[in-house]
């Protein structure tokens, strides 16, 4: 049987003759360009030793000196750390750590030395560190409402990812919502000095104003946003907010809120204006009611002074001297089989 018309244009469309699918492939074809074909200039360097061994050497001897510096920055860092989740539990209740910090009929304060290693210089800052508390987790990072925390009248409108802490029992919203703020942190500290001489204590303040960042306090916690209903459902989770103060002044919820990347962390909990001297004792008494004995967490305070890098961190300056080490290595390398197997006369000709 022969073709119909329009198997005969298909194949004719096909086989790239001058029917209508020869004409269409024409028009869709790109016009010719230096940019279409990849004709454009361009620097292609040739990679030959002598080009690749100074070029190596110069990157070594700037990463090398980067590098120590940042590790003598980090050095002049005074850090003293001390972990008390455990320090502060009862003997007899250590074989039962959750049911201690649930009973809210047992004490828990305690009083822990701490011991200056090297003189610190006023600002000291304070922290505390948390183990295993991967505020990163999906579910966890996106419980929270921001648009209910800038504006008091989205708290209801915008708490559709704040469940389980979304709404009380008799439906009315919490404000602030979600699983970030009701974890908030609780522990408290108080510091205080021993003098060497006298033997008396002096009572530090500790500033807890300026913790948070500015753009926080400005532009995400609103000026007319008050916590409403907060920790008062079935579950209670960290510490509570000051109902009469709005969300922009509670800088303690601002400094929780920026949620940490890695399961081990610090933030900021206040910092000392006054100067401490090397071997002084610091009397500090802790108030241990956060419960992360129920994911085996720890729990530790931290007091830092400040360089030029912030705190003490010697990752940057081991990652240039590793840098500029392994650079100075290749280049020994490659001067070494140079030397070794020398370039044949075609190869002198690529320089």
């Not at 900021?268 to 006054?274: H, K, T």
Request: glycine letters at 8%; one cysteine or more; charged letters at 20%.
């Amino acid at each position: 049987m022969p073709p119909v018309n329009g198997a005969a244009a298909a194949a004719g469309a096909s086989s790239g003759g001058d029917g209508p699918g020869a004409a269409v492939t024409k028009r869709n074809k790109p016009r010719y360009s230096a940019f279409t074909q990849q004709q454009l200039p361009a620097c292609k360097p040739i990679l030959a030793p002598h080009m690749v061994i100074p070029v190596l050497i110069f990157v070594g001897l700037i990463c090398i000196p980067i590098g120590l510096a940042c590790i003598a920055a980090s050095n002049k860092v005074v850090e003293v750390v001390y972990r008390y989740d455990a320090k502060c539990v009862p003997p007899n209740m250590l074989h039962n750590k959750v049911a201690y910090i649930q009973n809210a009929s047992i004490d828990k304060t305690c009083t822990i030395i701490l011991k200056v290693p090297r003189d610190m210089k006023r600002p000291i800052f304070i922290y505390y560190q948390l183990d295993k508390f991967y505020q990163n987790h999906r579910r966890y990072a996106t419980s929270r409402s921001d648009a209910q925390l800038r504006d008091p009248k989205q708290a209801a409108a915008s708490t559709e990812l704040c469940k389980p802490e979304a709404y009380v029992a008799n439906g009315s919203p919490i404000v602030p919502c979600g699983l970030v703020a009701w974890s908030i942190f609780n522990d408290t500290y108080s510091f205080a000095r021993r003098r060497r001489r006298s033997g008396h204590t002096e009572a530090l303040t500790v500033i807890k104003s300026g913790i948070s960042w500015r753009s926080d306090r400005e532009h995400l916690f609103g000026k007319n946003v008050f916590p409403k209903n907060f920790q008062n459902g079935s579950l209670v989770g960290g510490g509570q907010l000051d109902p009469t103060k709005p969300l922009s002044e509670q800088e303690d919820l601002m400094v929780w809120m920026r949620t940490a990347a890695l399961p081990r962390f610090r933030k900021l909990y206040g910092r000392v204006e006054a100067d401490l001297g090397a071997g002084e004792l610091l009397a500090v008494a802790v108030r241990n009611s956060y419960n992360s004995y129920s994911f085996d967490g720890r729990k530790a305070v931290v007091l830092s002074t400040a360089g030029l890098l912030g705190g003490r961190n010697a990752f940057l300056g081991r990652a240039y001297v590793v840098t500029g080490v392994a650079c100075f290595a290749l280049a020994l390398i490659l001067t070494l089989l140079c030397l070794v197997f020398p370039m044949k006369e075609e190869h002198l000709h690529l320089r």
